[in-house]
């Protein structure tokens, strides 16, 4: 063995020698270019602190993601060529990525779609509970409308009739929505699922076979039991004598029995007012629940207000002559000439001219009717109003200013007038008046005007 290694390696040094010296020839007597000598080895040199890092993640990630490497089969004693290991990495180098295309993607889109998976759960199973998804279900096969089921089912939640709708559409035509309901509703537990059937709403044919029961007998549990055996196709199978008596006990309360009518709304000028009702109503068969202690105190309070507001009608005249007296003007001395008053807490005026203007005087304005002497008047206008008597004897105010003017609590804006009485109360800014009328002066300026009138 030992002398064949031996033979093995001197065929294999001869053809080596003698290509170097074909090499060396050809660059010493030839007459082209000399070639320029290449190799396929890397430079070995010394690597720094982070390319080292890197070589051994690539190192890493190549021996976790790489493809399984087929080495050949060597036999014993036979080391291979550099021919042949360069063939090997050649072969290997061109292999490794179909292999990688093909090995590695099918785990990465299985690991994709793992992960979504959960989060459609997660969506579909908010607020719609497997509950909510057989309430629905039993509704529409019952009603087939989504409005009486809006208005009609107690879900777990308030869901707009748009959420409602929406949901029946994806329990119908989504695939996935419709599996995950179906398995959670398989889930619940039998009496759950039991309960909720029982909850499913009435159909319009099982109301007009219940209808056709009069409403002046007194049916039994034996009565809607028949029914069930009668029609067992039309009747849910959750539905029990006595849930039937109970639906046809509604329905005699509403009127919608067939041989009960409603009574029509009466027309015209018969329309029952609530006070002929209270008439109508016999108040003998009204339960008189009397509180006779509550009606002892009730009768005690009502002597004390009364005595007090006698007390303070009879003080009322004592306080009418400390305010006359304060203020000095019980009643005005109208002379000739003085057709009404406007009178104030501090000042009053009179008014002796058929129009006066009401205002806060200036240095280049005078006014008739100075309102800055009764108070503070910085809100009042220069020219706030005109006070005019008519010939019929009637006073107008006409407010000419930016605020209102209050007659009585009645509020006059800017550009409007009102009528003035005797003691109306004139209120400008803040600032109380009342307006007196000399009524005998007036009424002589009516009878002159009667008499003009006549003529």
């Known amino acids: 063995m030992a002398a064949a290694g031996a ?51 690539v190192k890493s990630s190549t021996r976790v993601k790489g493809p399984p490497v087929i080495e050949p089969i060597r036999c014993s ?22 292999l990688t295309m093909v090995v590695t993607p099918p785990p990465i889109a299985k690991r994709v779609k793992k992960s979504k998976q959960p989060l459609q759960i997660t969506k579909d ?22 409005t009486s089921v809006h208005l ?90 006595k849930s039937l008596l109970v639906h046809w006990q509604l329905l005699k309360q509403y009127y ?26 016999d108040e003998a068969k009204l339960k008189d629940s009397r509180d006779e202690v509550l009606e002892h105190e009730l009768m005690i309070s009502d002597r004390h207000q009364k005595r007090e507001i006698r007390q303070l009608e009879q003080e009322l005249p004592r306080w009418q002559v400390l305010v006359d007296s304060i203020t000095g003007m019980n009643v005005p001395d109208f002379d000739n000439q003085t057709l009404a008053a406007l009178r104030g807490r501090m000042v009053r005026y009179l008014m002796r001219s058929r129009e006066i203007t009401l205002g806060r005087a200036t240095k280049d304005k005078q006014i008739d009717v100075d309102l800055s002497l009764e108070g503070p008047a910085w809100k009042i206008s220069r020219k706030q109003g005109i006070i005019k008597l008519k010939n019929n004897g009637d006073f107008f105010i006409a407010n000419e200013g930016r605020r209102p003017i209050y007659i009585d609590g009645r509020p006059v804006l800017s550009g409007n007038k009102w009528k003035l009485n005797n003691n109306s109360v004139v209120e400008i800014a803040g600032l109380r008046f009342v307006f007196l009328i000399n009524l005998e002066l007036i009424s002589l300026i009516k009878a002159e005007a009667a008499k003009m009138t006549q003529q």
């Not at 060529?81 to 061109?94: F, G, I, L, Q, W």
């Not at 199973?125 to 989504?146: E, F, S, Y």
């Not at 329990?171 to 398995?183: E, F, N």
């Not at 919608?256 to 109508?280: C, H, I, R, T, Y």
Request: with cysteine.
């Open 7 to 57: 033979q093995s390696r001197s065929e294999d040094e001869e053809p080596a020698g003698k290509k170097d010296l074909k090499r060396t020839t050809t660059q010493a007597f030839g007459g082209g270019i000399p070639k320029r000598r290449s190799s396929s080895r890397s430079i070995k040199r010394k690597k720094f602190d982070d390319e080292l890092v890197e070589s051994s993640l």
């Open 77 to 98: 004693g036979s080391e291979p060529s550099s021919n042949e290991k360069k063939k090997v990495t050649k072969s290997s180098t061109t292999l490794t990525p179909p």
């Open 125 to 146: 199973l908010g607020r719609w509970k497997p509950t909510d998804d057989l309430l629905l279900i039993n509704a529409v096969l019952q009603t087939t409308d989504l």
């Open 152 to 241: 009609g089912v107690k879900f777990s939640c308030r869901f707009t009739f748009r959420e409602i709708k929406e949901r029946w559409y994806a329990l119908l035509y989504d695939p996935v929505i419709s599996k995950l309901a179906w398995q959670a509703m398989r889930q619940l537990h039998p009496e759950t699922i039991a309960a909720i059937q029982s909850k499913a709403l009435f159909s319009q044919a099982e109301e007009a076979l219940l209808a056709k029961i009069g409403s002046t007998s007194q049916p039994k549990l034996e009565v809607f039991q028949e029914l069930l055996s009668k029609y067992p196709s039309v009747f849910h199978p959750s539905r029990t004598p």
């Open 256 to 281: 919608l029995l067939e041989d009960q009518s409603v009574q029509p709304l009466p027309k015209g000028d018969q329309v029952l007012n609530f006070s002929d009702a209270e008439q109508m109503v």
